[in-house]
DNA sequence: CCGTTGACGTCGG
DNA sequence: ACCGACGCCAACG
């Protein structure tokens, strides 16, 4: 492949499906870190739009949030979305989720580390 | 190939 | 806290 600069059409977004994939239940990840994730860290908006796109169904996209602990959207039913949240674990006030940075799910983190809940907020 | 579309992000008022 | 403007980027027609 003589060094094609050849990112296939739809690379973008399985890589962002991939990485979305990746964050564990009752943790949430913003579309930016997700973007960042995939190899395009100001593509936070490109990934709202694969995200709505897609009908993936392995891909949890719910745990996908807007900066800030924002909520986000979800294809018209953001209740949808609180509702899920918080089905993992993951408590919300609002349009906000609760103890954002606490839940927030980082790539760098080690795996095996109790993921799935936080043990404590604080 | 170019213009449009947005489940975003950040800043300013 | 709320709203508007601009930037940014990939998918789609």
């Known amino acids: ?45 490109a990934v709202g739009n694969i995200l709505r796109r897609t009908k993936d169904p392995v891909t949890p996209c719910h745990r996908v949030v807007a900066a800030g602990g924002a909520i986000g959207g979800y294809g018209g039913s953001e209740s949808m979305k609180r509702e899920l949240l918080r089905r993992e674990g993951a408590e919300t006030r609002g349009s906000r989720i609760t103890h954002f940075e606490a839940i927030r799910w980082r790539a760098a983190e080690r795996r095996g580390a109790s993921s799935s809940v936080v043990r404590r907020y604080g």
């Open 1 to 45: 492949m003589s060094g094609s600069t050849t990112r296939g059409a739809g690379d973008f977004e399985r890589r962002v499906l991939a990485a979305v994939r990746r964050i564990p239940p009752g943790r949430v990840a913003t579309y930016g870190d997700i973007a960042a994730l995939a190899g395009a860290p100001r593509a936070a908006r």
